[in-house]
């Protein structure tokens, strides 16, 4: 598929919760990925941020099962640019590379530098 900005709008179909920046600015930022990995973003990670409009929102279960679930506060769209992909397409590197999250499961202050480094040596490439 030849990958468009509307295209992966389109995709994410939802999954996406915030302001229209903070939706446009993941967008273009995810467009810089190979279209398999485009793919399996759109598809499998939902990027929430608080909503301008909302002070709150309810998912059900169903809703995210299997699914990865990467918050972005609004201070980070305050943020130069540059800052904004680098933290978006680094935490896309921890789903990527299968990184456990510390909460609910330990691990060594060394396990998690590693998983930060290896993130962030992901995103360098993009």
Known sequence: MNWTLENVMFEFSGRLIGSQRMKKTICKTVLS???KIIEYVANNIWFISTPIDAWAFTFRGTDIKGQYLVFLSQGLFKQPGHKIRQTILHEIGHVLLK????MGFRQTH?????QEQAASRFASRY
């Open 110 to 114: 060394q396990k998690i530098d590693k």
């Open 33 to 35: 990925l190979s279209p």
């Open 99 to 102: 990184h456990k999250n510390s």
